[in-house]
């Protein structure tokens, strides 16, 4: 049972256009939702983080948004840039003794950025 | 500051035999977790070490196994390989345990032929 989904294994977008990269939950512990990038060859980087206590957070040309009531968030990249292309997982961590030191991570979304 | 580091790169095993991946973590990180990345997939937990004792582990049987030693390094063993445990290995180090980020190596390529 996948608690951590990425319904969209691929999508492409223009330079300088906007990607959104969605990711749906089911467990109602999670409390912590990060997104991270991998390139191929290299270990995932850690790119955002978002409290559940919070519904956006803001990084430069990242923004990941929170939905808790829908249990949907989603990654927002603007201006896009041909260096974002890579593999973007969203991964959740829960709260509480049984679940709170370990990230559960989606499958997964290829994001292409075409010149 | 150095990053979290792993060796080997790549590995060759056949199945039944045994293999252990090292992990070296992020300076001044003292909690290690592994995680496995199969094809296609995200990567999934199998165990996470903090001041060297395990302090949880996810759905692996016990053939998987680890250690943490005094500079917070890490080994994960794997016994009597199988063809599903062809997967990219990912060691991962956070400063504490409960903490949200963990920042991850480049990873071991294991095939079990």
């Known amino acids: 049972d996948q608690q951590v989904k990425q319904n969209s294994p691929s999508l492409s977008v223009q330079e300088g256009r906007i990607s959104i990269l969605n990711c749906d939950y089911t467990n109602s512990m999670f409390d912590y939702f990060l997104w991270y990038k991998k390139y191929p060859a290299e270990g995932p980087t850690f790119l955002i983080s978002?409290?559940?206590i919070k519904d956006k957070n803001e990084d430069g040309r990242f923004t990941v948004f929170l939905n808790k009531s829908a249990k949907h968030l989603s990654l927002h990249i603007v201006p896009s840039q041909p260096g974002d292309s890579a593999v973007y997982f969203c991964?959740?961590?829960?709260w509480g003794g049984g679940s709170n030191y370990k990230l559960t991570f989606g499958k997964g979304t290829l994001l292409t950025v075409n010149p | 500051e150095t990053g979290v580091t792993q060796s080997p790169t790549h590995l060759i095993k056949t199945r039944g035999q045994q293999v252990t991946l090292r992990c070296s973590s992020q300076s001044g990180h003292n909690t290690v977790s592994w995680y496995q990345q199969a094809l296609g997939q995200g990567p999934q937990f199998i165990f996470q070490?903090?001041?060297?004792?395990?302090?949880g582990r996810g759905n692996f049987p016990p053939r998987f196994s680890g250690l943490q030693f005094p500079n917070y390094s890490s080994e994960l063993n794997v016994n009597a390989l199988e063809l599903d445990d062809s997967a990219l290995y990912l060691c991962?180090?956070?400063?504490?345990?409960?903490?949200?980020?963990?920042?991850f190596g480049p990873g071991t390529r294991l095939t079990v032929t």
């Open positions: 991962a180090s956070s400063p504490r345990t409960g903490v949200g980020e963990q920042y």
């Open positions: 991964a959740a961590k829960g």
């Open positions: 978002i409290s559940s």
């Open positions: 070490y903090y001041r060297e004792e395990e302090n």
